[in-house]
């Protein structure tokens, strides 16, 4: 069974602070993993995907199939990265959301 | 159009009526999709449509839900006999086609259903 599993629905950091959103997926076959983002009052948006390796808004994840894991990490945590994030799987048709994770920066 | 466009964006109805819902995906998008968004609950998929194949309605959570897609381009979700249960945040995404996901889904801006 295709899952997708974000075990914080939850997290506060302070500005300056290292930040982890864990993801945990199940999928028999070869994953194709992202993040999506939702700032307050906008719609969701695509932050970063597996296959590009790329770092967005300082933000990178890293899939590791052995632990079958997409934790999104930023090393220093801004105020504007408060919003609510998605780890999403996608098959050949369709896309699997976790239940978000809602992060907060405080000053 | 530029986006994907929904509407209305908000919409307060009584329990027992029907609603319907619009998303007009990016032009050229063949494929087209609509989740459920609730609090806690994260992302729910509702249904998908490719192109003029049979529509995979799999996530659809009652004979109430139904959707469908005219000409291959503008989608209507219908609920009906609405419940507040139904109350939620119907998100409309759009991609290019089918296969691998290159380049992830481009999302609507929502309708927020309320029924009281």
């Known amino acids: 069974a295709q899952r997708v599993t974000q075990p914080e629905k939850l997290l506060s950091v302070f500005k300056g602070a290292p930040v982890e959103l864990k993801c945990n997926y199940s999928?028999?076959?070869?994953?194709?993993l992202f993040w999506y983002v939702q700032y307050s009052r906008q719609r969701l948006q695509l932050l970063l995907r597996?296959?590009s390796r790329e770092s967005i808004k300082g933000f990178t994840a890293d899939l590791n199939k052995g632990e079958t894991s997409f934790h999104l990490k930023k090393p220093f945590a801004q105020e504007e990265d408060s919003a609510m994030y998605y780890c999403?799987?996608?098959?050949?048709?369709?896309?699997?959301f976790g239940a978000g994770t809602r992060l907060t920066v405080k000053p | 159009g530029a986006g994907v466009s929904q509407s209305p964006s908000n919409k307060v109805t009584e329990k027992g009526k029907d609603v319907e819902l619009r998303c007009d995906p990016i032009?050229?998008?063949?494929?087209l999709y609509w989740y459920r968004q609730s609090l806690g609950q994260g992302l729910e998929f509702l249904i998908y449509?490719?192109?003029?194949?049979?529509?995979?309605k799999s996530g659809l959570p009652s004979d109430r839900f139904s959707a469908e897609r005219t000409g291959g381009s503008v989608s209507t979700l219908t609920i009906q006999r609405t419940q507040q249960e139904d109350s939620a945040v119907y998100l409309c995404?759009?991609?290019?086609?089918?296969?691998?996901?290159?380049?992830?889904?481009?999302f609507g801006s929502g309708t927020r259903l309320t029924v009281v």
């Open positions: 995404a759009s991609r290019p086609g089918s296969g691998r996901f290159n380049y992830g889904y481009t």
């Open positions: 999928y028999s076959g070869s994953p194709e």
């Open positions: 597996h296959i």
């Open positions: 999403a799987l996608g098959n050949n048709n369709d896309m699997r």
């Open positions: 032009s050229g998008h063949t494929a």
């Open positions: 449509f490719q192109g003029n194949s049979a529509p995979d």
